[in-house]
């Protein structure tokens, strides 16, 4: 299957090139990678990275990243940090300890406490009761200054939310969400343990629009056991019925020995490879003919919301979340296992309860780990970055901004590319290096040359097929 430019503009999808050319690789949310952190970097380090920025005198806006880890049910493909627990006495002391930890980081970035971006996470944040909730979100209003033009988003498990629960978190502040869907095949979703019906989906999305909420997203997964062609492209039409304004499709990587849960998925019901890459052909093409735009990895967008006019105008980013309209941020992650960035640095929080609770009964941020950048990861991680948003690189621009000769710097690196270019994933121009319609479906195999962490032996091997 080969779906070109023509039927979707600035995307040619060659599978077969695609199952030539795939590998394993990292998303690059970050760069360097979280798992390229250490426990030297802990929470002196990240205080101290925040009273260089309250310092600086050129402050961020902040971005919040909430982790609410608790779920009533497992979710067998699910490899995200959570809890699952019918307890929902459990989730008191969690937010306790939120909110100990939110009163802790205020602190720390004094009176420069504008945030014009925010996302809760887990888990299912609709594990809470919608008093806890509220009360979450009061909390972080005493401490942060949310800016009212700011996005705040929450992700929803539709079987845990009702209309009612959805217009209830429109009230609180919230105006993008983000449902899980996966698919809308029975047997799919028996497979999975996630048995969610079309209408309850349909519902809570109905609620968000009536609510006012600026933007639906909705998540699917190809890959899955028991997906097939013909299951799935029903799927990809009851969720183009739905029209939300955002898609993304993201590749089930199957990691039994990474992620317990997956163990109970039986290896035989998953797709053949090929199969796959048919999964991924079919939901390219479907959703290039109900007008969406490709953005880049796995997402989807049409094109009046914001991240596909902020590509256009070369104003996307990519951070932890994903692809973002702001400019850069500076993220504070609160919770167990979040992920913040502020300036030239990455921390993480404990990734157990037990020791989350520890830390912050012992009057410490729970950060267990991060990175201080070198001079050389910030060049890197601005070719990357660059790269997975918009798709070409002005060789100038990074000389300029990293005082850095780019073809001297980088000569090993274009050697590699040249083989890419060969196989038409992009062209190296003297000034530029523009990736190809055929090479943005393989643009993380066009930017791990850069990555100088996969030098070291086997490194790859650690991470899911980049397809």
């Known amino acids: 299957m080969t779906i070109t430019a023509r039927e979707h503009p600035g995307l040619d999808v060659d599978l077969d090139l695609i199952a030539r050319l795939d590998?394993?690789?990292?998303?690059?949310?970050?760069?360097?990678?979280?798992?390229?952190?250490?426990?030297?970097?802990?929470?002196?380090?990240?205080?101290?990275?925040?009273?260089r920025r309250n310092t600086s005198g050129a402050h961020r806006p902040l971005s919040l990243y909430v982790h609410l880890p608790f779920c009533r049910s497992l979710c067998y493909y699910c490899?995200?940090?959570?809890?699952i627990t019918q307890d929902v006495s459990?989730?008191?002391?969690y937010l306790a300890a939120l909110k100990k930890e939110i009163a802790m980081q205020a602190g720390l970035f004094r009176d420069d406490l504008c945030v014009t971006?925010?996302?809760?996470?887990?888990?299912?944040?609709?594990f809470y009761t919608l008093d806890e909730l509220a009360d979450l979100f009061a909390t972080l209003r005493r401490h942060f200054d949310l800016s009212p033009e700011g996005d705040y988003s929450i992700e929803i498990d539709p079987?845990?939310?009702?209309?009612?629960?959805?217009?209830?978190?429109?009230?609180?502040?919230?105006?993008r969400v983000s449902f899980g869907v996966q698919d809308f095949d029975p047997d799919v979703q028996r497979a999975?343990?996630?048995?969610?019906s079309e209408e309850q989906t349909r519902g809570v999305i109905d609620a968000a629009r009536l609510s006012g909420f600026r933007s639906v997203n909705v998540d699917l997964i190809y890959g899955l056991p028991k997906q097939n062609l013909l299951t799935f492209n029903r799927t990809l039409a009851r969720v183009v019925a739905l029209k939300p304004d955002r898609i993304a499709v993201y590749n089930y990587a199957h990691l039994p020995s990474r992620f317990k849960s997956q163990r109970l998925i039986r290896s035989e019901d998953i797709p053949r490879p090929d199969v796959k890459l048919k999964l991924l052909g079919l939901a390219v093409q479907r959703l290039a003919a109900a007008g969406y735009v490709y953005i880049g990895m796995d997402h989807f967008a049409l094109p009046d919301d914001p991240l596909a006019v902020a590509q256009r105008q070369g104003r996307l980013q990519r951070n932890f979340q994903g692809y973002s309209t702001h400019a850069e941020c500076d993220l504070i992650g609160l919770g167990v296992s979040s992920i913040g960035a502020v300036g030239p640095s990455y921390s993480q929080n404990a990734r157990t309860l037990t020791d989350y609770y520890a830390r912050l009964d012992r009057g410490e941020l729970p950060v267990a780990r991060g990175a201080a950048l070198t001079a050389d990861d910030l060049v890197r991680r601005s070719v990357i970055q660059t790269l997975m948003c918009h798709f070409e690189l002005s060789k100038e621009a990074i000389e300029c901004a990293y005082l850095v000769d780019f073809d001297r710097y980088f000569e090993r690196e274009l050697n590699e590319l040249a083989?890419?270019?060969?196989?038409?994933?992009?062209?190296?121009g003297d000034d530029w290096i523009t990736v190809t319609p055929k090479g943005r479906m393989l643009?993380?195999?066009?930017?791990?040359?850069?990555?100088?962490?996969?030098?070291?032996?086997?490194?790859?091997?650690r991470y899911s097929r980049t397809i």
Request: charged fraction near 25%; aromatic fraction near 10%.
């Open 23 to 51: 590998r394993n690789g990292p998303r690059y949310t970050s760069y360097p990678t979280a798992d390229r952190f250490v426990e030297g970097f802990d929470a002196d380090a990240y205080a101290a990275w925040a009273r």
């Open 79 to 83: 490899g995200c940090n959570k809890v």
């Open 90 to 93: 459990k989730s008191q002391r």
């Open 117 to 126: 971006q925010m996302h809760w996470g887990g888990g299912t944040p609709t």
């Open 159 to 175: 079987r845990t939310a009702s209309p009612d629960t959805i217009a209830a978190l429109g009230e609180l502040g919230f105006n």
């Open 192 to 196: 999975i343990n996630r048995v969610q």
């Open 419 to 428: 083989s890419l270019a060969r196989e038409g994933l992009l062209e190296l």
């Open 443 to 461: 643009i993380r195999s066009v930017c791990m040359p850069f990555d100088k962490y996969l030098r070291q032996a086997d490194a790859a091997k």
